[in-house]
């Protein structure tokens, strides 16, 4: 079975750019997570969905990044107007949340480095 | 306020020696503590999980020790090999919380033949 895939690999940006990101869960995951990773630390969450609909996006810097999964499959996570702090890997997750078959199982990542 | 907080940022010890990670958390709420290996350019990958009803959980060379009144844990890793030269994250949970894990800053081990 398919792991968690995204794309691209990586990407390097000038300040000002707009930059997506896409990730394809693991097929009947219903949970899909955006994490950032910033160099040494572990991942913060960004975002994250049921099926289509966001649970929580509290944690998204919203005036400059969007996330969107609109059937509940692929995802999408776009920065608008990227900085040089965004420069980090960005990682999707996804998880079937049934009783105990909880574990979120990770993408390679996406790692970004805005100049 | 960091609630997951792993005391190493880095650990080095030689080839068959034990490991010791250690992680604490401030959230009494935390029910469920997973660890997570991950490995240059890879996605963090689950190791060993515990919940909180327990004190102890091992699998193979990994085991996870829990104390729940000192709100602190770690993860032992016997007979150490070069292969296991990864970052090791402590992430936390709440129950009902849609799965939303809260991680650790990492510990880098370094296993040295």
């Known amino acids: 079975e398919a792991g968690v895939t995204q794309s691209p690999r990586y990407a390097v940006l000038q300040e000002g750019q707009a930059v997506s990101f896409w990730c394809d869960p693991i097929?009947?995951?219903?949970?899909l997570y955006w994490y950032q990773q910033p160099r040494d630390q572990g991942p913060q969450l960004l975002v994250y969905?049921?099926?289509?609909?966001?649970?929580?996006n509290s944690q998204l810097p919203s005036d400059r990044f969007s996330a969107v999964r609109p059937k509940g499959t692929n995802s999408t996570l776009k920065i608008q107007s990227a900085k040089q702090g965004d420069t980090a890997t960005y990682l999707c997750?996804?998880?079937?949340?049934?009783?105990?078959?909880?574990?979120?199982?990770f993408g390679p990542g996406t790692r970004l480095l805005v100049l | 306020q960091q609630q997951v907080r792993q005391s190493s940022q880095s650990l080095t010890v030689w080839e068959g020696e034990t490991a010791i990670l250690n992680c604490s958390y401030e959230?009494?709420?935390?029910?469920?503590f997973p660890w997570y290996q991950q490995f240059p350019g890879e996605g963090p990958a689950l190791l060993i999980a515990?919940?909180?009803?327990?004190d102890k959980k091992e699998d193979g060379r990994f085991t996870i020790f829990f104390n729940k009144r000192e709100k602190n844990l770690s993860l032992h890793i016997k007979d150490s090999q070069p292969g296991d030269s990864a970052t090791y994250f402590c992430?936390?949970?709440?129950?009902?919380?849609?799965?939303?894990?809260?991680f650790g800053a990492g510990t880098r081990l370094a296993v040295c033949p």
């Open positions: 959230n009494s709420a935390f029910d469920y």
């Open positions: 969905f049921r099926d289509e609909a966001v649970i929580d």
């Open positions: 992430a936390a949970r709440i129950s009902g919380s849609f799965n939303k894990l809260t």
């Open positions: 515990i919940r909180s009803v327990s």
């Open positions: 097929s009947g995951h219903d949970t």
């Open positions: 997750a996804s998880s079937f949340d049934w009783g105990n078959q909880d574990t979120q199982y």
